[in-house]
């Protein structure tokens, strides 16, 4: 018997849950060319404005230059360049820890240290709104996956004194990525040290925004390696390059090196965007008032949702989510923005839970606040219009 992919696709548009791509023309900003209209963009990760930046752009050109395209295999090959290996030793400053090792994509980082760090006879235990890829982690590790309810330490502590064999590793987003709060992060640290078990916090929205010059969700709460061995992040989001890396001991890196298989067997990052990272690393490192902006937008922002009547989750960072429940609606929403020439995207199970879908609303200290009283206008007239 064949797939009948055809009906199961039309199920989709049915549910309200078919998915499509836009074609997007220049750079990254807080106003974006997509399937040929100027609109507003409040559907980006590019927290601090840095994707599109000339310096970082230069760096870039400067990496070709030097290094080529290509970086032309693994890093355990011949892949692993000066620059990854500078960017490595910067990031691990950044973060104030040992070592810190590279990863293609987040995604990667977040199967490569699971499925190597556990096995069959281990224990994880997960917040229930992780990203994919800490659930997908677990999964291919094999190991014994618990899910505990969402930022609950007791519910956490619960389950850790359940006593199990082998090892226990813990692992939540520092901000939830659909949520836009952050994770318990002291709780979390309390929790495994009571119950020897290890941390993981994966912090890729977190990097950049939080935390003294922008050092990530760890730092603002005032936690290093002791309490957390193993950081996560990215470097597509606030610092808009692409890639991402793991951060902890000496002992962890050199492990990951010989054990996680997303590493060993995947061509390593062109050598170029190392160097641009490395330039966007500095930049967001250097330049609090990207931080001050934003958080001044955000403030602004709520307090014009509350002024027109909208309700929208409890979150004090980039991601601001206006939960609508229904995909359809959520897709409503969406289009009409579109239609004024505002781009949100709609967030529909399985991104999020049954009944939650959403409006996931992003701020950049790119934007200035006329266009954030823009935003909150279309979404005034908006609310008039889907309630008539």
Not at 208 to 231: C, D, K, T, W, Y
Request: net charge negative; hydrophobic share 45%; charged share 20%.
């Amino acid at each position: 018997m064949g797939f009948d992919l055809e009906s199961a696709l039309e199920r989709r548009r049915v549910d309200g849950l078919y998915r499509s791509r836009r074609v997007s023309d220049g750079p990254q900003g807080a106003e974006r060319v997509v399937d040929g209209r100027r609109l507003l963009n409040f559907s980006s990760n590019d927290y601090l404005g840095l994707a599109g930046d000339a310096r970082i752009a230069t760096a870039m050109k400067h990496g070709v230059d030097r290094y080529g395209v290509g970086s032309g295999a693994a890093h355990l090959i011949n892949g692993h360049s000066r620059a990854h290996h500078a960017l490595e030793e910067e990031l691990a400053e950044f973060t104030g820890r040992e070592r810190a090792l590279l990863f293609s994509t987040g995604y990667m980082a977040n199967l490569g240290v699971i499925a190597a760090l556990l096995g069959r006879g281990d224990s994880l235990y997960e917040d229930r709104l992780n990203h994919a890829s800490l659930i997908d982690g677990g999964l291919l590790s094999r190991a014994r996956l618990k899910r505990y309810a969402h930022a609950d330490i007791d519910a956490l502590q619960a389950l850790l004194a359940d006593a199990a064999d082998g090892s226990r590793l813990v692992v939540s987003d520092g901000v939830f990525s659909m949520d836009g709060d952050v994770a318990p992060v002291a709780g979390l640290a309390s929790a495994c040290h009571q119950h020897d078990a290890w941390l993981m916090i994966d912090d890729a929205h977190g990097l950049g925004v939080l935390g003294a010059q922008g050092r990530g969700s760890l730092n603002a709460a005032g936690l290093g390696q002791q309490e957390v061995p193993i950081l996560m992040a990215t470097l597509g989001k606030a610092l808009g390059t692409a890639g991402a890396f793991v951060a902890g001991s000496e002992a962890l890196i050199e492990t990951l090196i010989q054990q996680a298989r997303p590493y060993i067997y995947t061509t390593a990052m062109p050598p170029a965007i190392a160097e641009a990272s490395r330039t966007a690393l500095e930049i967001a490192r250097d330049e609090d008032w990207r931080r001050e902006r934003l958080q001044g937008l955000i403030a602004r922002f709520r307090h014009g949702a509350q002024q027109i009547g909208l309700t929208l989750m409890s979150s004090d960072t980039p991601i601001q989510p206006l939960l609508l429940g229904d995909s359809a609606l959520a897709n409503r929403w969406s289009e009409a923005l579109l239609r004024q020439g505002v781009l949100v995207s709609a967030i529909r199970p399985p991104t999020v839970p049954e009944g939650s879908a959403r409006l996931r609303i992003t701020l950049s200290a790119a934007h200035k606040p006329a266009q954030i009283d823009a935003l909150l206008s279309v979404l005034a007239e908006v609310l008039l219009e889907i309630d008539a």
